[in-house]
């Protein structure tokens, strides 16, 4: 849903894929591109062709990729000094690459001309202007990211104003400021970009921020109220260093704060997720406390704003969590009242009708159980399960009678390092039915956790379909050292839902074995009745 005034320029797939940890495939940039199409991004930019062949073989790829309104922009440098555009290997490639249009990154500060490009400044100005100018000739849009822009204005402001009306005169769409450091304070970006308008009133304005002073997004924000057009950034704040501006954090602020229709209402909807779908792709966890659309940007926690949010949800919520497509939770801790267990009970859809004493002995095991190591908050599958234990008539779907795991150091293959294998035997009783299995696994979780499956999958064949997503350790008192206790939470799906167990125990065998079965038994909870008509 582009608009005169403001424009929305994604480069998840080029900045945002420079972060530590990211290494995206290219099906995973075609699908990305697809999403943020679907969003309403206007522009997305692929990467830069002439870098790798990875992002060569995306560009290849997109010529057979149909985007309902996106469009996408190759990404390169200007020349290189002392030679022609038709020679430079790098602008052929963009060429090459097909893309309607094209971002040139050029330097906009003297002292990165001098001693990082080691030129002098009237062959970076030279540089800027034939690059402009050859790829306005081929018609493609051409925005200009001036590096290092805010650092060189502070030093030069001569020499930086000189390079962007130098784009300017040769062509440019966009003149895109880049605080490429990420330090640029908010009056000190304000200052010079009000020295930019005034240098270079006829063409629009892009801004760029990285987020090493933690300001990227309020930096962005005051460019457009400045005047800026363009606003660049990554989906979930991905980027260099400490990241890029996170664009959707951009986008929901302009449309709801400010007004401005970057997309419709239906695509912000979508907002949340967007978010997850890009995280899943990138292999990365997704940042629970991200405005809009963390996990936890609509959770309370306090009694108090509990009672507050019973009476009205605008009470301690900025927004209705449901125009960017999150939902608001109430989280059960040792912290709680008995209205955050109401509510929680109310949330998970749990209409049984305890009493009020009831509800007091629930809070307190809560209690007594986080006392111990156990947490509630990110483990809501287990809490749920905590509750229904309690319910009069809850029968657990089995009952585990022994269990042993073994754990072998034997001489590697062909003479390879001594390796360790690791082996669990369990007894299982389901209906009255002994099932005594063995598996072996890559460790003794992994070994448990197939020898259960194998004991309980002919009696609950939807087991077979529950996998493990994440598996993770906290130790829960560093004093202890070896002998502490710990806290394990375990991540499962069965391709629709997703859900998070906990155990806590001084061994960690027994805290990975109670998240554990806590998942599969879970996993059960909507075929109980199913299970039951075939029992009968």
């Known amino acids: 849903m582009p608009t005169e005034r403001v424009q929305l320029y994604d480069t998840t797939l080029r900045d945002g894929s420079q ?19 679907e969003l309403g991004i206007e522009w997305i930019e692929g990467g830069f062709p002439g870098s790798n062949p990875k992002d060569a073989e995306y560009f290849r790829r997109l010529k057979n990729t149909q985007l309902k309104t996106a469009k996408v922009s190759a990404f390169g440098g200007t020349r290189k000094p002392g030679v022609t555009c038709e020679t430079d290997a790098n602008i052929q490639s963009m060429v090459a690459a097909e893309t309607p249009g094209v971002t040139l990154v050029g330097k906009a500060s003297m002292y990165q001309v001098e001693n990082v490009l080691e030129t002098e400044g009237e062959e970076n100005l030279s540089m800027i202007s034939d690059t402009v100018k050859y790829f306005k000739g081929l018609g493609k849009t051409v925005y200009f990211d001036a590096e290092h822009f805010f650092d060189g204005f502070h030093a030069d402001p001569d020499y930086s104003l000189q390079c962007l009306a130098t784009a300017a005169r040769a062509g440019a769409d966009c003149l895109v400021l880049c605080d490429t450091n990420g330090g640029m304070t908010t009056p000190a970006m304000l200052k010079a970009i009000e020295a930019v308008k005034e240098r270079t009133p006829d063409t629009p304005l892009g801004i760029h921020c990285h987020n090493d002073a933690g300001l990227a997004v309020a930096n962005s924000l005051a460019a457009v109220e400045a005047g800026v057009w363009q606003v660049q950034g990554c989906v979930n704040g991905y980027g260099e260093r400490c990241g890029n501006a996170d664009l959707l954090t951009v986008m929901a602020n302009l449309k709801i704060k400010m007004g401005f229709d970057v997309v419709d209402d239906e695509q912000l909807a979508r907002l949340t997720e967007v978010s997850h779908y890009v995280s899943e792709l990138a292999n990365m966890v997704p940042d629970s406390q991200a405005p809009y ?16 949010v019973m009476k009205d949800p605008n009470a301690y919520q900025h927004i209705d969590p449901q125009i960017v497509g999150n939902q608001g939770r109430v989280l059960v801790s040792e912290l709680s009242g008995q209205r955050n267990l109401l509510m929680k009970l109310e949330e998970i859809g749990m209409d049984y009708p305890f009493t009020q004493h009831e509800i007091k002995q629930l809070l307190d095991r809560v209690k007594e159980r986080e006392s111990i190591g156990y ?12 509750v229904r234990r309690t319910m009069p008539g809850y029968r657990p779907p089995w009952d585990i009678d022994d269990f042993v795991i073994m754990e072998r150091r034997r001489p590697g293959k062909d003479g390879a390092d001594h390796e360790l294998q690791a082996e669990a035997v369990i007894k299982v009783r389901v209906d009255g ?37 994440d598996y993770k350790v906290r130790i829960l008192d560093t004093q202890a050292a070896t002998g502490a206790p710990v806290r394990v939470l375990i991540e499962s799906t069965d391709g629709t839902r997703y859900w998070t167990t906990v155990g806590a125990s001084t061994d960690i065998i027994e805290a990975s074995w109670l998240a554990l079965t806590d998942a599969l038994e879970y996993a059960l909870l909507p075929s109980e009745e199913a299970h039951a008509a075939v029992a009968k």
């Open 293 to 308: 659309v963390g996990a936890s940007a609509f959770a309370h926690k306090a009694g108090y704003h509990v009672a507050g």
């Open 19 to 37: 972060m530590e940890g990211i290494s995206l495939s290219v099906e995973d940039k075609i699908r990305i591109t697809r999403k943020l199409d």
């Open 433 to 469: 039915q002994m099932q005594h299995t063995a598996a072996d696994g890559n460790g003794p979780v992994n070994a448990l956790d197939l020898a259960a499956r194998k004991a309980l999958t002919a009696f609950y064949p939807v087991l077979q379909h529950v996998k493990l997503v």
């Open 375 to 386: 947490q509630f908050e990110g483990a809501e599958a287990s809490f749920e399960l905590l």
